[in-house]
């Protein structure tokens, strides 16, 4: 699925939100040991740095050499490229080994993912007891009711480009298989929800539509989702180019140990 973000790479550090504080620690509350976390899909490195706060040691990887371009250095974390052709043998070894992992994040890119295949790998290096998974993703923004409804109806016209696993972020993740034991950060069918606020301009507002999966679909069937006319109606709604608004990202975490 790299192909899906490497078009809009140099934006997605930008428009893409970073993770609250509160929810490193909330993890790292429930992990027994903190030496070593691997982040998966990690794009241009936003729930790395939150991690690397925590952990002593942070793998962060991505199967996207674009988005690797334009992520955030921090001492302790290592960005490492693994190509789709790289072997779970080989993957394992890269991140530290059988039984290794204090703990794995996954922050809005699971639902692309072969889960059978990488739930396999998370077996395997998570640390026995103690390792922990979490996974999250956010479905939208609210603003206010009139801004809301308009956006809602942007978000119509792009419903026949969505790839089908975006259904597993329309429900929140309640339909995302998670074979894991819960820690109280929801389990599956049953996903903590989490509000995000972030103050923005349209024009952030804007690059966050652009960063969107579904916009590089549609492109590449000749549709502009984001036409000229389709712009100015989310701006007006909006209240203005220059206006700041506060938008609040709706997200949602599923969070796990290995069963016993």
Known sequence: MAGLFEKQA????DARPTYPTEWYKMLTERTLHHSLAWDVGTGSGQAAIGVADQYEQVIAT???EA?????MPHPRVRYVHTPQSMSDDDLVTLIGGEGSVDLITVATAVHWFDLPQFYSIVNRLLKKPGGLIAVWSYKH?????KFDAVQR????????YR????????DDYKSLPFPFESVGLGCEGNPVL???PKEVSFEGYLKLLKSFSVV???KEKGVDLLSEGAVKELEDAWGGAGVVRTIVYKAFMLAGKLKA
């Open 62 to 64: 991505d199967i996207s």
């Open 153 to 160: 109806s942007w978000f119509a016209t792009c419903k026949p």
């Open 67 to 71: 988005q690797l371009k334009h992520a």
């Open 216 to 218: 590089t679909s549609a």
């Open 141 to 145: 923004v609210e603003v206010d009711p």
């Open 10 to 13: 140099d934006i997605y550090l």
């Open 163 to 170: 790839h089908s696993k975006i259904q597993y972020v329309s």
């Open 194 to 196: 989490l509000d995000m």
